[in-house]
């Protein structure tokens, strides 16, 4: 039988996780605020012709180079980042012998949740 993952999550390996994904949701929200500001001061900026540098876009390389960084870990690990703002993340698993995705959210204390692979967050059912 083939599987659409490599990588697969115990329960306890994904709320092991936990501490460290919260901690990239917060960076990842921190980077993206930063971009989204150095964009609009861009913008007016670009719009005139004048050519920009120094600073201001050294630090906009370097939080989005932050950002695609956190993005790679989720990908390394195979862990799907549904939602940023909402903190929603999906581990691969197998639940009674059945590939799924353990669901979480970071409002949720520990990983209580899974749902078939292609339903999403509104086919959760209880661990």
Do not use: N
Not at 6 to 31: F, G, M, N, V
Not at 57 to 70: D, T
Not at 112 to 127: K, N, P, S
């Amino acid at each position: 039988m083939s599987h659409r993952f490599t990588k697969h999550y115990t329960r306890e390996e994904a709320t092991a996780l936990l501490p460290k994904i919260r901690q990239w949701l917060e960076d990842l929200s921190h980077l993206g605020a930063k971009v989204r500001r150095l964009d609009g001061e861009f913008k007016p900026v670009l719009r005139s012709g004048i050519d920009l540098g120094g600073d201001r876009v050294s630090s906009w390389v370097r939080a989005m180079i932050g950002f695609q960084e956190i993005l790679g870990e989720f990908e390394r690990g195979e862990i799907q980042l549904k939602d940023i703002e909402r903190g929603l993340i999906d581990f691969p698993a197998f639940v009674g012998g059945k590939e799924v995705f353990l669901c979480w959210e970071k409002s949720e204390a520990d990983v209580e949740f899974w749902h078939d692979l292609d339903t999403g967050y509104a086919g959760r059912e209880c661990l």
